[in-house]
């Protein structure tokens, strides 16, 4: 397992070939540990929601004003969680950010995995889940057309499309890398890689196409990216309800997601570097950049706070400034503070290098901000709608043991899924990875430019 | 029938050393190599393109994000009209200033862009099989497993009598292995 950890600082090219196939060996007992404590977890879940297709919504703890509550919440913060991934492969892949290599892979299934577990919670949500296609525009007998004027529609697109561009630009990414694992395989895993590489060959037509093609996929999901999150704020933005009602909500989403994507990457990488001794790939200097950018994003969340506070204050409007009172400082204060705490003191500490790079220190901040994170959500959904216009329409809302366990559900199935993928498929790109190395020159003095 | 082209393969371990094969191969006039790459190298991409057009994929983006914005305007358009909310005890309708003309257009200009993105990026996709010739159910003769760990390849289709100098011209840049390919036909 350490055997990484001593190649030479600047790995060859058959070394990234052997270390990224390594990670593909046969798994250990904590491995399957892990695997069966997720699964049981899971199973908790989909219980929980068998017993409240069962039931009904009630069982959940639903009831008004709070019908979003615990779902809404989560279903924000997974697709917040899927933002990291294609900012990776899409931005940074513009931007140049060379350091971005090693990760993208590991981020983008994460991506992947996160949107898949989003959009569980709308049909869990809807309660009669079988009609959720209701949502789509199709030919009917009665010539019903979905509103298009509905931002909850336009969530319907944004989602799916996000999740359409970022699964291709995934599989697009992973076909080179395949074709690689197949030419080191034998019997049946070469036969079901030599299928799913799509006979990839390597040979400088197909390079031409596939770098002009990613680099399209990449200038499509960039603004994508920026649109998803933008376009689920609306989901609140749209509406009147105090604490909803602001034009700062897209760049405030956005920039949530990245800062709590960016948390989920750390939380699945740094244990992954660890088993899989990919100390040669995933270096501190990676870690340390994504922490610069959790940093910043923290302090970008801070002035968004700042503000939200101010534009209650200065709009003078009643019911806006009762909201957010009631938010700060009764029933769920402490949801708030929480908040504060995580997202905005908490990272503070990654101002310092040594924190940057410390893997432990990493870790924990981490966890922090999805929870700060996770709560952001809650608190911009549950006390606003629980202290809207109308005092008779005011309510509480506690969690129930089933919506909890449904919660609690999905970071199970996404967990599972994350543990299946690296496994199967290569969690570091092959390719991309060797492109950041020199590549090999017989005559040294030539390759001075490098 | 004799085989009117045969297929040279090299195979380098340096990137500087395809590089001078490659040149070597254009001075004495080769055009038709196909070289395979574990990764996308600029030294030998910069050789290769110097006479090859930017790839085509980027018309098919472009088609395909056009029919996204042109499907979501009819789509939104069409069944607002067709299925008539009423809004603000407004009906939209057919007539001045009603029918398409009456259609709320900016919230549509979301799904305008939704469907651009979609569209845009599964013609991409289109784009790259078609013209990168995938799915490829068989390998290609001259391809060898080590070109995607550590190889670089140049096979060279040149008619059977100039096989020796291709060959000679291979080994002289600094191949590791040179073969002729057999069942290889263009």
């Excluded at chain 1, 869990?124 to 209701?134: E, K, L, N, S, V």
């Excluded at chain 1, 270096?283 to 801070?302: E, F, G, N, P």
């Excluded at chain 1, 019911?319 to 938010?327: K, P, Q, T």
């Excluded at chain 2, 309708?93 to 919230?107: K, L, V």
Aim: aromatic fraction near 16%.
């Amino acid at each position: 397992m350490n055997e990484a950890r001593t190649t030479a600082t600047t790995p060859t090219f058959s070394d990234v070939n052997r270390d990224v196939i390594k990670t593909l060996a046969p798994p250990g007992n904590l491995y399957f540990a892990w695997m069966s404590v997720v699964a049981l977890i899971l199973a908790g879940g989909i219980l929980a929601w068998a017993y409240q297709i069962w039931i009904g919504m009630g069982a959940a703890g639903k009831r008004t004003p709070q019908m979003w509550a615990m779902y809404i919440t989560t279903f924000v913060f997974w697709i917040g969680i899927g933002h990291a991934g294609t900012l990776i492969s899409a931005i940074l892949y513009l931007f140049r950010a060379r350091w971005r290599t090693s990760i993208y892979r590991a981020a983008e299934a994460m991506t992947i995995f996160a949107v898949l577990t989003a959009g569980l919670f709308p049909l869990i949500h809807a309660g009669r889940m079988w009609f959720a296609y209701f949502l789509l525009p199709y030919p009917n007998q009665r010539d019903l057309w979905p509103n298009f004027r509905s931002p909850l529609v336009w969530d319907v697109f944004a989602i799916s499309t996000y999740l359409s561009i970022s699964t291709v630009f995934f599989i697009v990414g992973l076909v080179p890398d395949i074709a690689a694992l197949r030419d080191s395989a034998t019997g049946w895993r070469r036969r079901i890689y030599a299928m799913l590489s799509l006979g990839w060959e390597g040979s400088h037509e197909q390079w031409r196409h596939y770098r002009r093609a990613y680099g399209l996929f990449a200038a499509l999901a960039t603004p994508l990216v920026l649109s998803v999150h933008s376009v689920v704020s609306w989901d609140f933005a749209m509406a009147l309800v105090p604490g909803w009602h602001s034009t700062l909500f897209a760049p405030f989403f956005v920039n949530g997601a990245i800062f709590s994507g960016f948390a989920m990457v750390l939380v699945l990488v740094i244990p992954m570097r660890h088993f899989f001794g990919l100390h040669a790939y995933i270096q501190d200097r990676h870690l340390d950049a994504m922490a610069k950018l959790i940093l910043v994003t923290s302090l970008v969340l801070t002035y968004f706070y700042l503000c939200e506070v101010f534009t209650a204050w200065y709009s003078g409007d009643h019911f806006e400034r009762a909201s957010l009172f009631w938010r700060m400082t009764k029933e769920y204060a402490w949801a708030i503070w929480l908040m504060y705490f995580c997202n905005c003191v908490a990272p503070l500490v990654l101002f310092f290098k040594r924190a940057r790079t410390n893997t432990v220190v990493l870790y924990v901040v981490s966890i922090l901000v999805l929870i700060g994170m996770w709560f952001e959500r809650f608190n911009i959904i549950v006390p606003s709608l629980g202290r809207a216009f109308y005092p008779y329409a005011w309510g509480i809302y506690w969690p129930s043991p089933t919506d909890t366990a449904i919660v609690i559900g999905s970071f199970a199935w996404f967990f599972l899924l994350f543990l299946g993928f690296i496994k199967l498929m290569p969690s570091v790109s092959v390719v991309e990875v060797k492109e950041t190395l020199p590549p090999p020159v017989k005559d040294a003095a030539h390759a001075s430019h490098h | 029938m004799p085989p009117t082209t045969e297929t040279v393969l090299g195979v380098f371990a340096h990137v500087d050393t395809t590089v001078r094969a490659l040149e070597e191969l254009r001075a004495k006039g080769y055009h038709d190599v196909t070289v395979y790459t574990p990764v996308p190298v600029h030294e030998i991409e910069d050789v290769l393109e110097r006479d090859r057009p930017v790839s085509r994929v980027r018309l098919f983006t472009l088609l395909g994000g056009l029919t996204g914005i042109a499907s979501a305007f009819i789509l939104t358009i069409w069944t607002s009209a067709k299925w008539g909310l009423v809004t603000g005890g407004k009906f939209l309708q057919y007539g001045p200033g009603g029918g398409i003309w009456g259609a709320s257009i900016p919230p549509f200009f979301i799904i305008a862009f939704e469907l651009m993105v979609l569209f845009g990026g599964i013609a991409t996709l289109i784009g790259l099989v078609t013209l990168a010739r995938l799915p490829r159910v068989r390998p290609s003769p001259a391809f060898d497993p080590r070109f995607t760990n550590d190889r670089f390849g140049v096979a060279v289709h040149c008619p059977p009598e100039r096989g020796p100098s291709v060959h000679e011209i291979l080994s002289k840049a600094g191949a590791e292995e040179v073969r002729f390919v057999t069942g290889a036909s263009v």
